[in-house]
C-alpha cells in the first residue's frame, strides 16, 4: 500500500512485536501513528508534523530500555523461633554459671570444663564445646549474653532455630579445636564468644554470599564489612582477650555460612523433621558433652 507522502517512517525493524511496541509508546504520550508492513520491514510512521517529537519520544524510551533494572536485595523470609532460641541460649549460660559458681554436686565446673588445649589435643573433645558455657565473671558472661542473644535472634531469622543454633555450637567448638591447635597445648580458655563470632560469621557470609549477584559493591559486601568491623572493634579488646579464639569461631562461621548459601534449598533442614531433628541436637549438644566432661576427672 502507498504511503502518503505526508507519512514519514520513524521506527522499522524485522521484528512485528517490537515495531509494535515502539507504535504503542507513541499512541500512549499521543502521537497517532500507523503500523504497516512493506519490502520485508515492519514500519511505524507518523504525520510529518510529530517527526520530531516522535524521535525524541522513541529515543528516551530506547535510553530508558537500555538501563538495567534497578537491583533489589534478596528477600530472605524470616524464620520463626528467634524469641525461643534466644531465651533457651540464656538459660543454658545463666544455669551453667550458676553450677559453677555454687560448686554444684561438688564438682569443679570450671577444671572439668575448660578449655585445656593439651587435653582437647589428647581426645578430650567434648571441652571445645563445654567452655563455651563457662566464664570468668559477671561482666564477661553478661557481655556475651548480649551480644550473643542479639547475633544469634538474627542467625534464627535467616536459617531457623535448629540449624542456627546447632551450627553455632558445632562452629563454636570448631573455632576452640582450631585455636587449640594454633596456640599449643599450654593454652586455656572459657567463654562463649568462640561461638558468639561463628553465629557472627555466620551471619555476615550467608548474608554476603546471598548477594553475590549483586552489581553494587557496596550492596553486595555490606554484611561482610559490617561484619568484619564487629569482630575488629569488639574482638580485639581487653586484656585477656583471646583474639586467636575470636578468629577462629568467626572461620568456622563463615565457612558454614558461605555453604549454606550456596546451597540450593535448605528446606530440609530448616522445617519439619529436619528442623525438629536438628533443635532437638541443639539442645542436648551441651549438656551430652557436659556429661562426657564429669564423667572424665580432670
Known amino acids: 500500500m502507498a504511503l502518503d507522502f505526508s507519512w514519514v517512517i520513524v521506527f522499522h525493524g524485522r521484528d512485528y512485536e517490537i515495531c509494535r511496541e515502539r507504535a504503542l509508546v507513541l499512541r500512549a504520550v499521543g502521537i497517532p501513528c500507523q503500523l504497516d508492513f512493506h519490502d520485508g520491514y515492519h514500519r511505524v510512521t507518523v504525520a510529518e508534523p510529530d517527526v520530531g517529537r516522535a524521535r525524541a519520544e522513541l529515543a528516551a524510551y530506547e535510553l530508558e530500555a537500555a538501563q538495567p533494572p534497578p537491583e533489589v536485595l534478596p528477600v530472605i523470609p524470616p524464620r520463626p523461633g528467634a524469641v525461643a532460641g534466644t531465651i533457651g541460649y540464656i538459660v543454658t549460660l545463666l544455669a551453667v554459671a550458676g553450677l559453677q559458681t555454687n ?22 573433645w567434648w571441652r571445645t564445646v563445654t567452655a563455651l558455657t563457662l566464664h570468668a565473671n559477671i561482666a564477661h558472661l553478661f557481655g556475651n549474653l548480649l551480644m550473643g542473644s542479639v547475633i544469634g535472634f538474627f542467625a534464627v531469622r535467616l536459617l531457623g532455630p535448629g540449624l542456627a543454633w546447632t551450627t553455632i555450637v558445632v562452629a563454636g567448638a570448631a573455632g576452640n579445636a582450631m585455636n587449640a591447635w594454633i596456640q599449643g597445648p599450654a593454652h586455656n580458655s572459657i567463654g562463649a564468644s568462640t561461638a558468639v563470632f561463628a553465629a557472627l560469621g555466620l551471619v555476615s557470609v550467608y548474608s554476603w554470599t546471598r548477594r553475590r549477584h549483586l552489581r553494587d559493591w557496596a550492596k553486595r559486601t555490606a554484611p561482610l564489612v559490617g561484619g568484619a568491623l564487629l569482630l575488629a572493634y569488639t574482638g580485639s579488646g581487653g586484656e585477656r582477650t583471646d583474639i586467636v579464639a575470636h578468629l577462629t569461631g568467626f572461620i568456622a562461621g563463615s565457612g558454614f555460612g558461605y555453604l549454606f548459601a550456596r546451597l540450593e534449598s535448605l528446606d530440609s533442614l530448616q522445617n519439619d523433621s529436619g528442623g525438629t531433628i536438628l533443635a532437638v541436637t541443639a539442645a542436648l549438644l551441651v549438656p551430652v558433652c557436659w556429661l562426657a566432661a564429669i564423667a572424665i576427672p580432670a
Open 103 to 124: 560448686t554444684a554436686f561438688s564438682i569443679d565446673w570450671l577444671s572439668a570444663g575448660r578449655m585445656q588445649s593439651g587435653l582437647v589435643l589428647g581426645g578430650e
